[in-house]
C-alpha cells in the first residue's frame, strides 16, 4: 500500500520509511510560528522551560491580528513580539507586512515536504504550496521552536477531485462554500484534505490558497496540493525555488494510497454561493438570499486577499460607485499585494467606487477594529467565518461569499448575484 502525500511528508520528518494514519509521531518541524496574540502564552511556557535557546531559523515572529495596534494592550503585544525578535536573535519578523499565511509564503518559508506550524487556525493554507502546514497551540510551538520537533497523530486523508472549468462569475471560494454546504463543517475532522484533479492543476497559488484556508472550516487538521509547475513559478517568483523542479516530484500521493474518503466535484455545476449567518456551514445559492439589504462590505482576509481577488473586486467597481448606505472596505492580505494592485491600478479603482482601502492586517475579520459591527448590521464578506459576534456585536450578521459577490452587493446595497450586475468591463485588467 502506497502513501499519500502527507504520510509522505510526516515519514520524512520523523526518519521513517513509512507512516500509517493513527500513529503517533515525533516529527522535525521546518518553521514555527508566533503572532501578536497567542506571545504571551508562548513566553510563559519558555519561562518554564527555563528560557531555552531558539533556533533564530526555525522561529517566525507575525503581528498581523493588531496591524496597527488599536488601543494600549495591543500596542504592548506588538512592542513585547518586537522586543522577542530582538531578544533571541531571530531572523524572520514582520511586524507590517500583513497576514501571516500570505506574508510567509511571499517570503519563502513555505515549501513543498516541509512542516510548518503556527498559533493560527487557518495555517493550513500553507498546504497550497505543498507542505503540512497545520495550527497548534502556543505551548507545542514553544517546544517545536526550542527542540525543532513536536509529536502528531498522522491524519487520515480526503481526496477531493475537482473537475471541469468554472463558470462565469464562479470562484474556488465558491467551491469551498459547496464542500461546506454539502458535507458540513465536520467533514474532516483531524483529517488532511488533498485538493487534486484538472481543475485544481489549472489553478493558480492564490486560489489553491484560498481553498486550503477554507479547510480548517471544514475541521481539516491540514490541507495540501501537491507541488508542481505552477508551485515553482510562484516560489521562483518569490526567489525561494530550488534549481530544478525534479526535487518536489517526490511529494505526490502513491497511486495505491489509501483515502478515508473520496469526493469528485464538477465545478461546471456550480453557482455564485454564500453562506448565511451563523454557520459556514449554512451555504445557499446567493439568488435566494438575494435582496437582502447589507450595511457593509469585506472584500480581503487571509481567505480572499489576495492580487487576484482585489483584481476580480476593482473589475466589478471600476466606473461603479459603492452604495450610499454600504461601507466597502478593501483589505489586501500583504504589503506585497497592496503594492502590486497599486501597481495595476486597481486601488486607484477602488477608491473612486467609493471603498476605504485599508493596511494589510486581520481586524475586520476578527472583529477586532477596521470594521466593527453594531447590533442589527449586516456584512457581506469573502473572510471564513461567520459565527455570532466574529464581526463586532453578537446581534450583527455574516454572510460569506467571493468577492465577486461581495463587491456586486456593495453597488447594489443588498446580496446580489455578481452575475446579474456582471463586470464594468467583459476584459478582466491584465
Not at 517570503?107 to 493550513?124: C, E, F, K, R
Not at 489576495?306 to 448606505?325: Q, T
Request: charge should be neutral; include cysteine.
Amino acid at each position: 500500500m502506497g502513501m499519500t502525500i502527507t504520510e509522505k511528508i510526516l515519514a520524512r520528518a520523523s526518519g521513517r520509511e513509512r507512516v500509517v494514519p493513527g500513529e503517533i509521531v515525533w516529527a522535525a518541524v521546518d518553521k514555527a510560528c508566533i503572532d501578536d496574540v497567542q506571545l504571551g502564552i508562548l513566553e510563559r511556557a519558555l519561562a518554564k522551560l527555563g528560557e531555552p535557546k531558539i533556533d533564530p531559523e526555525r522561529a517566525v515572529l507575525v503581528g498581523d491580528h493588531y496591524l496597527p495596534p488599536s488601543n494600549l494592550e495591543q500596542a504592548q503585544a506588538v512592542r513585547a513580539l518586537r522586543r522577542f525578535g530582538e531578544r533571541h536573535g531571530l531572523k524572520h519578523v514582520f511586524l507590517k507586512e500583513g497576514v501571516k499565511h500570505q506574508v510567509l509564503a511571499e517570503a519563502g518559508l513555505v515549501q513543498p515536504g516541509q512542516v510548518l506550524v503556527a498559533t493560527d487556525s487557518h495555517t493550513n493554507t500553507g498546504g497550497a504550496l505543498g507542505a503540512f502546514a497545520t495550527a497548534l497551540g502556543p505551548t507545542e510551538v514553544a517546544v517545536a521552536m526550542v527542540h525543532g520537533r513536536m509529536w502528531f497523530r498522522v491524519p487520515e486523508s480526503i481526496r477531493v477531485e475537482v473537475r471541469g472549468s468554472f463558470p462565469e462569475y464562479v470562484y474556488p471560494k465558491d467551491l469551498a462554500l459547496y464542500l461546506l454546504g454539502r458535507y458540513g463543517v465536520d467533514l474532516a475532522t483531524y483529517r488532511a484534505i488533498e485538493f487534486t484533479g484538472e481543475t485544481v492543476r489549472r489553478m493558480s497559488v492564490s486560489e489553491r490558497m484560498t481553498l486550503c484556508n477554507m479547510s480548517t472550516e471544514m475541521g481539516a487538521k491540514s490541507a495540501i496540493v501537491a507541488p508542481d509547475e505552477v508551485t515553482f513559478a510562484y516560489l521562483q517568483s518569490v526567489q525561494a525555488a530550488p534549481e530544478s523542479l525534479e526535487s518536489w516530484r517526490q511529494w505526490q500521493s502513491d497511486a495505491d494510497a489509501a483515502y478515508a474518503q473520496e469526493i469528485v466535484v464538477d465545478v461546471r455545476e456550480l453557482e455564485p454561493l454564500v453562506a448565511v449567518p451563523f454557520s459556514p456551514g449554512n451555504v445557499r445559492p446567493v439568488r435566494e438570499v438575494a435582496g437582502k439589504p447589507v450595511d457593509q462590505a469585506l472584500i480581503g482576509t487571509c481567505t480572499n486577499g489576495n492580487l487576484e481577488d482585489i483584481g476580480v473586486a476593482a473589475a466589478m467597481l471600476r466606473g461603479r460607485r459603492v452604495h450610499p448606505r454600504v461601507q466597502l472596505i478593501v483589505t489586501p492580505a500583504s504589503l506585497g499585494v497592496m503594492r502590486a494592485a497599486l501597481a495595476r491600478g486597481w486601488i486607484q479603482d477602488l477608491v473612486d467606487a467609493g471603498a476605504v482601502v485599508t493596511n494589510p492586517g486581520c481586524g475586520a475579520c476578527a472583529g477586532m477594529h477596521m470594521g466593527v459591527l453594531d447590533a442589527g448590521e449586516v456584512r457581506i464578506s469573502s473572510q471564513n467565518r461567520n459565527f455570532r459576534a466574529r464581526g463586532g456585536h453578537p446581534a450583527s450578521e455574516i454572510f460569506l461569499a467571493s468577492p465577486a459577490t461581495v463587491a456586486a452587493s456593495a453597488v447594489t446595497g443588498r446580496i446580489t448575484d455578481p452575475r446579474e450586475l456582471g463586470f464594468s468591463e467583459r476584459r478582466m485588467p491584465a
